[in-house]
Structures are given as C-alpha cells and as structure tokens.
C-alpha cells in the first residue's frame, strides 16, 4: 500500500513540475529580449530584426552597367536585356542537348546491366529446378537411392557447386547495377521507371 501511494505522489510531483516549466523557445525569447543593443558598426542582422518594407539605401554614384547590360544593383539596360536572352536560349539548348545525350547513356547502360541479372537470375532459377527435379527423381525410389548413392553424391557435389556458382554471378551482376546507379545518381541522372 505504502509502495502505491509513493508512486502516486511522484507521479503528481512529475505532472506538477511539467506543466509549470518553460519550453525552449520560450527561454530563447526571454534571452533575446534582455540582450544590449548593439551599436550601428557591429549590429548583425537576422530574421528578427531584419527591415521588412524599407529598402537599404547606398551613398556614392550610380554604377556603370557592365558588359552584359547589367548593372551592379541588378538593373539591366533594355539592349543589355535583349543580348542576355539571345545568350540565354543558345546556352540552354546546348547543356540541355548534353545532358540529355548523357542521360540516355546512363539509361542505356543501367538496361543492359539490368538484362544480365534478369538474364543471370533465370539462369540460377532454371538450375535451381532441375536440381529438385532430379533431387525428386532420386529420392522417389528407394531402390534406386541404394544402387547409385555413390553417383548421385557425386552430381549432387557438382550441382551444388554450380548453383554455387551462379549465385555469386548474380549477386556481383547485382552488386554492378548498384554501383552503376549510384554512380548515375551522383552524376545527376534520376532513373525514371
């Protein structure tokens, strides 16, 4: 009895204390409002006390435009802004044509790896049934397990072995296209299914 009312009580200490304290972000607020004001040299902007509506003002002269027909504020000049489209629709075309030429290499080299697994992993599976098959056949007649034990532990060894075989070839084959994939992700190729 004593063990449940001190479980009781600790529980209500717990739930008091909880509800009374102050999340993180609340001490954060409280932090930020008691910090100085810094002076105007060293004061950092943030999201907080960043202007909103006002716009930052640059003493000096106004900037000559560049050989592109921008200007350093980012003011572009009608002839400037009609070259930089004429530039602009030549130089995507042409990376566009690339990656996409690189792209389809990617593609085509990932079918291909593809196809050797497919073609890999129904090799293995083919095998794999002859195997029971012949497994069946032996076990199935007692006579016959009897008179050819010796032979049937022989191709079972070179059976086993084969199948062996066949799956290390389909586990590296699978082991490539990861590798060829991740290589096309890094490249920047997204393979589309």
Same mark, same amino acid.
């Given at each position: 009895?004593?063990?449940?009312?001190?479980?009781?009580?600790?529980?209500?200490?717990?739930?008091?204390?909880?509800?009374?304290?102050?999340?993180?972000?609340?001490?954060?607020?409280?932090?930020?409002?008691?910090?100085?004001?810094?002076?105007?040299?060293?004061?950092?902007?943030?999201?907080?006390?960043?202007?909103?509506? =006002?716009?930052?003002?640059?003493?000096?002269?106004?900037?000559?435009?560049?050989?592109?027909?921008?200007?350093?504020?980012?003011?572009?000049?009608?002839?400037?802004?009609?070259?930089?489209?004429?530039?602009?629709?030549?130089?995507?075309?042409?990376?566009?044509?690339?990656?996409?030429?690189?792209?389809?290499?990617?593609?085509?080299?990932?079918?291909?790896?593809?196809?050797?697994?497919?073609?890999?992993?129904?090799?293995?599976?083919?095998?794999?049934?002859?195997?029971?098959?012949?497994?069946?056949?032996?076990?199935?007649?007692?006579?016959?397990?009897?008179?050819?034990?010796?032979?049937? =532990?022989?191709?079972?060894? =070179?059976?086993?072995?084969?199948?062996?075989?066949?799956?290390?070839?389909?586990?590296?084959?699978?082991?490539?296209?990861?590798?060829?994939?991740?290589?096309?992700?890094?490249?920047?190729?997204?393979?589309?299914?």
């Amino acid at each position: 009895m004593k063990r449940i009312i001190s479980m009781a009580i600790g529980v209500l200490l717990l739930l008091g204390t909880a509800a009374f304290g102050q999340s993180l972000g609340e001490v954060a607020r409280s932090a930020r409002k008691g910090k100085t004001h810094q002076s105007a040299a060293n004061h950092q902007y943030d999201d907080d006390n960043l202007p909103k509506n =006002d716009h930052l003002s640059v003493v000096g002269p106004a900037p000559a435009a560049n050989a592109n027909g921008t200007n350093p504020t980012g003011e572009v000049s009608p002839q400037g802004q009609a070259a930089a489209q004429a530039t602009a629709t030549a130089d995507k075309k042409a990376p566009a044509e690339e990656r996409q030429r690189a792209a389809e290499e990617w593609k085509n080299k990932i079918d291909d790896k593809k196809q050797k697994v497919a073609s890999l992993s129904h090799e293995l599976e083919l095998t794999q049934r002859e195997y029971r098959l012949r497994a069946v056949a032996m076990y199935s007649d007692a006579g016959n397990r009897l008179r050819n034990s010796a032979t049937w =532990d022989k191709e079972d060894a =070179d059976f086993k072995k084969q199948l062996d075989e066949k799956q290390k070839a389909v586990d590296a084959a699978k082991q490539d296209l990861d590798n060829l994939t991740e290589q096309a992700r890094k490249a920047g190729v997204r393979e589309r299914e």
